[in-house]
């Protein structure tokens, strides 16, 4: 991986999310309940605090839960929920050491089809199916991982030219694009529940 990202629109976040895989798994598990900059900020803020240039699933998963809690606590905050989410962050560099060496590209590196990778990071702790398709859609669209069937396994979030999720987001242009995508969503779900559908 070495792609240039526009997800936390940082220049320098966004290098790094482009050349660490997992930096791009902890971004994309930091997506939630924050804005989506801030989200993908998230992994260039704690490898700056643990003085590293990348994040490492062996020396995440070997922190000291409180000390890797006060790490994302530090102000300014890595999250609107630091705490649970050091949590969440280290249960998932546990899991790569436990089951791929705490490599993340072993996730996909052998990985025959878009339904086999699917199952994978629906695996992952913190990875629901939404958050596993929208990922896989990321790694097909913009970090060239592609097995068969990836766009088909990815749902909606794989579809060409559409404009759903992070992974579409390539500059100011399609981040507008898909925050209006998502607003619509909103307002249709917001609208349905008060016809009582």
């Known amino acids: 991986m070495d792609v240039t990202l526009h997800l936390a629109q940082q220049p320098e976040a966004d290098e790094l999310l482009g050349r660490s895989p997992l930096a791009a798994l902890v971004g994309m598990l930091l997506d939630q309940q924050v804005p989506m900059e801030w989200a993908f900020a998230g992994p260039y803020t704690i490898a700056q605090r643990m003085g590293a240039d990348d994040l490492d699933a062996h020396e995440i998963a070997a922190y000291g839960p409180e000390e890797f809690a006060a790490l994302l606590s530090a102000k300014p905050a890595v999250h609107r929920y630091p705490g649970s989410m050091a949590k969440r962050i280290q249960q998932l560099c546990q899991?790569?050491?436990?089951?791929?060496?705490?490599?993340?590209?072993?996730?996909?590196?052998?990985?025959?089809?878009?339904?086999?990778?699917?199952?994978?990071?629906?695996?992952?702790?913190?990875?629901?199916p939404q958050k596993a398709q929208i990922f896989l859609a990321?790694?097909?669209?913009?970090?060239?991982?592609?097995?068969?069937?990836?766009?088909?396994?990815?749902?909606?979030?794989?579809?060409?030219?559409?404009?759903?999720?992070?992974?579409?987001?390539?500059?100011?242009?399609?981040?507008?694009?898909?925050?209006?995508?998502?607003?619509?969503?909103?307002?249709?779900?917001?609208?349905?529940?008060?016809?009582?559908?």
């Open 95 to 128: 899991y790569l050491v436990e089951h791929y060496d705490g490599d993340p590209t072993a996730l996909w590196k052998d990985v025959a089809t878009g339904d086999g990778l699917l199952r994978r990071l629906k695996d992952l702790p913190g990875y629901g």
């Open 138 to 197: 990321l790694l097909g669209k913009q970090l060239g991982v592609r097995p068969k069937g990836w766009r088909e396994a990815a749902g909606a979030y794989g579809e060409a030219k559409s404009y759903r999720s992070v992974a579409d987001i390539t500059g100011p242009e399609s981040l507008a694009k898909v925050r209006a995508h998502k607003q619509e969503m909103k307002a249709a779900a917001k609208a349905a529940k008060a016809s009582g559908n």
